[in-house]
Nanobody
Framework: QVQLVESGGGLVQAGGSLRLSCAAS????????MGWFRQAPGKEREFVAT????????FYADSVKGRFTISRDNAKNTVYLQMNSLKPEDTAVYYC????????????????WGQGTQVTVSS
């Protein structure tokens, strides 16, 4: 069992930055690939970024590539999402998720989810 707790969301102006954190419980964090997803009002949950457990390989949605960076600190059982050059269309609830095995952009493959943190980008 893995419990995930996100933090770091808030209100920021367009062009600004935020760093989201996701703290995981459990001693086997290092064996889970992690992902960030987001859901805007009235829209489906969408993939943002993912990082593998094995060698830290990463993969991003085209909409955030070059602006967002996912990273992990296995010693702290934490995954991060550094978000730069934020746009109003990045406004959403951001969720972190964990899965056994290789990283994936597909939400259905993730086993554990956090409660989400709100990110609001004003224009």
């Amino acid at each position: 069992q893995v419990q995930l707790v996100e933090s770091g969301g808030g209100l920021v102006q367009a062009g600004g930055s935020l760093r989201l954190s996701c703290a995981a419980s459990g001693r086997t964090f290092v064996t889970y690939s992690m992902g960030w997803f987001r859901q805007a009002p009235g829209k489906e949950r969408e993939f943002v970024a993912t990082i593998s457990w094995r060698v830290g390989s990463t993969f991003y949605a085209d909409s955030v590539k070059g602006r967002f960076t996912i990273s992990r600190d296995n010693a702290k059982n934490t995954v991060y999402l550094q978000m730069n050059s934020l746009k109003p269309e990045d406004t959403a609830v951001y969720y972190c998720a964990a899965k056994v095995g290789d990283y994936s952009p597909f939400a259905r493959e993730y086993d554990y989810w956090g409660q989400g943190t709100q990110v609001t980008v004003s224009s």
